[in-house]
């Protein structure tokens, strides 16, 4: 049974920084395209990033230079690093994986994913 399990969500205050981590079991990272959404309360699910099968990554344009993703193959385990953290960022992150090529995996909606863990929540407070 495939399952992402996110942890390290937590309070922080504005220009902070946190480090999700969001641990799978059943698939094997490197060949999956994983992604982290993060979703605030009233608004919709928003693309963060996300990492292909060769290891390509690619952000949302308020995030970029702010937020890192990455992975560690040998513990099938994804990241999320969050810097410079403002109240905006505050909302529930979940981690996905789907198995599209490499190509796919930066433009395909959000609904093609199919695997998704029940998030952690981060909260930055001004």
């Known amino acids: 049974q495939v399952q992402l399990v996110e942890s390290g969500g937590g309070s922080v205050q504005a220009g902070g920084s946190l480090r999700l981590s969001c641990a799978t079991s059943?698939?094997?990272?490197?060949?999956?395209?994983t992604g982290w959404f993060r979703q605030a309360p009233g608004k919709e699910r928003e693309r963060v990033a996300r990492?292909?099968?060769?290891?390509?990554?690619s952000y949302a344009d308020s995030m970029k230079g702010r937020f890192t993703i990455s992975r560690d193959n040998a513990k099938n385990t994804l990241y999320l690093q969050m810097n410079s953290l403002k109240p905006e960022d505050t909302a529930m992150y979940y981690c996905a994986a789907v198995n599209v090529v490499s190509y796919y995996c930066h433009t395909a909606p959000s609904s093609v994913f199919p695997i998704w863990g029940h998030g952690t929540q981060v909260t930055v407070s001004s």
């Open positions: 059943g698939l094997t990272t490197s060949t999956y395209c």
């Open positions: 990492i292909d099968k060769d290891g390509m990554t």
